[in-house]
């Protein structure tokens, strides 16, 4: 358990969670482990529209009021809420893709809010980010060869192994066909394209990967594999996430923890089960209570995956595809 508490109110431990906190979310950081990122008040104000000019300053809005968060090594924090909360600007922010207005993140102990130059390429190699739209975030002119060594060009690497058996390893490490390396992104369905945005974000090895609503537009029964992937990848990998989604079904699929969002503040964070079991926040409670149901093929899913794991030491890759009607790379 990481929570913070500046600048927001956070879960109170009422001894009847069913999974109670693994520590009261108040309490500092352990002292055993810093986490892999910290956040702390983050602050980002826009202005609003149609105010200031030439004879005034514009008036603003704080689009994140406030936010501080850990993430630690090989976890997954969720970070969910309504549309407008602001959760993309934090994770805009923590990914160094827009400036806070205020605020720090300390990124493996060292401050990268202002990092330049080296530090920031490395910090750009550590923190991985995957879209929510895998089209607009692959350059439709590039081959998925181009794609996937393209942080690697960046940072001035050289591509291990050569680009091609680089590109091919990677595409089969992400449940693509390796053949398939000179084709572009409008060549593959949905849930292939966003395994190339995946292989792409892979190929630094992050050690923070940032999934601002990566399947949220998939279909259900690819969604369900491509949150398989993104947990046999984590564990391969040993990265953590910071998973932004407004499908709390998904989130219950893949975090650890959950933070919650609401008009620019978290209002509550912890331990998955707890948040879902025994929310403390009003607002947690009215987010939950606008999902009829966890989706029957999720938990179905998640009960087939840990047993076929448990039991036959089942490949990864098959529980992948556990719950699902096919396993196809759709
Ligand atoms: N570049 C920008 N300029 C002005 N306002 C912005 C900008 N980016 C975001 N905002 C505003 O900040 C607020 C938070 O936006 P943000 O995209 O972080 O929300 P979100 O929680 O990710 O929502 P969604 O679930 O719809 O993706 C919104 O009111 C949005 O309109
Ligand atoms: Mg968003």
């Known amino acids: 358990m990481s929570a913070t508490s500046t600048g927001q109110s956070t879960r109170q431990s009422t001894g009847q969670s069913t999974v109670a906190p693994a520590s009261a979310p108040t309490a500092p950081t352990s002292q055993s482990s810093e986490p892999l990122l910290r956040a702390t008040d983050l602050v980002k104000e826009f202005a609003v529209p149609g105010t200031g000019g030439l004879l005034g300053r514009a008036d603003t809005f704080r689009a994140v009021d406030g936010v501080s968060l850990e993430v630690r090594a090989r976890e997954t924090l969720a970070l969910v809420g309504e549309s407008g909360s602001g959760k993309s600007t934090t994770a805009r922010i923590v990914a160094r893709l827009t400036d806070a207005t205020s605020g720090e993140v300390v990124f493996d102990g060292e401050p990268v809010t202002r990092a330049k130059g080296d530090r920031l390429r490395r910090f750009r190699s550590d923190v991985q980010v995957v879209f929510q739209d ?26 291990p192994g050569g680009t091609r058996a680089f590109t091919q390893q990677l595409m089969e490490r992400v449940g693509l066909d390796p053949d398939h390396h000179r084709r572009y992104p409008s060549q593959f369905s949905g849930g292939q394209a966003q395994r190339i945005g995946i292989a792409r974000a892979l190929a630094v090895s992050p050690r923070l990967v940032v999934c601002d609503e990566a399947v949220s537009a998939l279909d259900v029964s690819v969604q369900a594999q491509i949150i398989n992937l993104l947990r046999r990848l984590q564990r391969e990998e040993g990265f953590s996430y910071l998973f932004i989604a407004h499908d709390l079904a998904v989130v219950r699929q893949i975090a650890d923890r959950v933070a919650v969002m609401s008009k620019g503040r978290i209002v509550e964070q912890g331990e998955r089960d707890a948040v879902f079991d025994d929310p403390q926040h009003e607002y947690t409670r009215t987010l939950l209570a606008a999902v009829p149901r966890i989706r029957p093929e999720w938990e179905r899913a998640r009960r087939e995956a840990a047993e076929a794991r448990a039991a036959t030491a089942t490949p990864d890759r098959e529980a992948e595809a556990a719950g699902t009607e096919e396993e196809t790379t759709a």
Not at 137 to 151: D, Q
């Open 134 to 159: 895998p089209y607009s975030s692959l350059n439709p002119r590039h081959t998925v060869e181009r794609i996937v060594t393209a942080p690697l060009v960046y940072q001035g690497r050289e591509v």
